[in-house]
């Protein structure tokens, strides 16, 4: 082999190498910094988090209050959808965050499911730390889902559809946060604008809703009683910016950039949230008017 192409050859292998760690980047998910049990993050009873591990030695680690209730003090601690480079291991520690309790890794050490079942023996705050079974590997494909539930249990659902006030359209991404027991549960409802959220019974939460660019909607007390389903409990966040509508007088869908209202309310009639129209007399002319020639 001549000297060139060894050279080629030794850069298409050290390319090769290193390509891949540039490649696999992602983005840190959306409960980091939470890299130990001092920073770990709350988890609503039945509510998924998405994670992944996006550093090497990446650790993701949740809280969660746990009653001691006879048989309905069972609770499971599951990890599905991993990635395809995700091989997680899931470690229960005790209410000091520091004494392991139990820990589970599927023997063949593949990208699959990974549940803990375990009976709780008294109340108080438990800590789930979730790692890679290599902490060398990151990246895409090491995402995973992780819940924490209840199992047995005679839990309440409170339900119902988040929107915008102003417009009455269905709102997506919001953050959930529930507080009870000291421990504030938070995860990013997955659905747009319908939400369910799992209560213990005969427990008071302080629910707050959070969404890019509108106001916090205030914390609110509930309780549910035991397998009582509240629907209809609609939330209305008011947008920072509200929208501003724009007189179309000539009805062809453009409005008078002169004329406008800025105002929290749905499309008054008579108005359109696009602008520039130079004619609003003539629905002839407007903005997508090809002119000939």
Known sequence: MSRLKF???LAVCVYCLIFPYFALAIQPDAYEEDNSFSYASGILNATVQHHNF????????VKFYAFNENDEGRYMITATNVGSRCNVVIELYDTDGVTLIEEWDDPLKGTIDETITWKCNKNGIYYVKIRHFDPGVFGDGTEYDLKVTRVGGNDGIIKGVIKDKCSSQKISGVKITATANGVSSTFINPFVGDYMISL?????????FEAAGYETFPAQNVSVKPL???SGVDIYLTPLIPPVYYRDSDGDGYGDPKTSIQVCISLPQGYVTKSGDCNDAD????????LPG
């Open 228 to 230: 009582q389903e509240i």
């Open 200 to 208: 213990i019974p005969n427990t008071t939460y302080s629910v707050k």
């Open 7 to 9: 050279r080629i050859f």
């Open 54 to 61: 996006h550093a090497a030695g990446d650790q993701d680690w």
């Open 283 to 290: 629905p002839a002319i407007h903005p997508t008017l090809s």
